[in-house]
Each structure stands twice: as structure tokens, then as C-alpha cells.
């Protein structure tokens, strides 16, 4: 495997003392690794828009009341 010029390459020619066996397996957990984060952060991103969404919006709109036969059950 070819990644060109690396910031990190003096990190990843020590992939044995970090206990993978190849560069891949090094590499592989780094990409899950940056996909989980990249995924938190959109997550986040999301709540942030949610969150600024419901604040500007009138409230008193988005529930309906509850009422008795809302509980009745068979």
C-alpha cells in the first residue's frame, strides 16, 4: 500500500510497537476510527440545528394537549 507523503509516517513505520501486524490493520482502525468521529460530529451538528429549530419556533404549537381518552385502554 501507496499513501504517498504522510505527516505521520514515522507513526505509522512504528505500526508493530502499536501491535498490528501490517501498515493495513494500522490504517483500517485509523479510517473506522476518523468514520466514528466524522459521524459524531454530524450527529452533533444535527442537534445543534434541532435544538436552534425548536427555540425559534412557537411552542405552543408543537404539542397537542393530553387528555383522558388519550390513557383509556381496553
Known amino acids: 500500500m ?3 507523503k ?3 509516517e514515522a507513526f505509522i513505520k512504528d505500526y508493530k510497537k502499536y501491535g ?3 501498515i493495513t490493520q494500522l490504517v483500517d482502525v ?3 476510527e476518523l468514520k466514528r468521529k466524522l459521524a459524531k460530529q454530524q450527529r452533533a451538528e444535527w442537534r445543534q440545528k434541532a ?3 425548536y427555540a ?3 411552542v ?3 404539542w397537542k394537549d393530553v387528555d ?3 390513557f383509556a385502554h381496553d
Open 2 to 4: 501507496h499513501l504517498g
Open 6 to 8: 504522510l505527516k505521520n
Open 20 to 22: 498490528f501486524s501490517t
Open 30 to 32: 485509523a479510517c473506522e
Open 51 to 53: 435544538h436552534k429549530e
Open 56 to 58: 425559534e419556533s412557537n
Open 60 to 62: 405552543k404549537y408543537l
Open 68 to 70: 383522558g381518552e388519550d
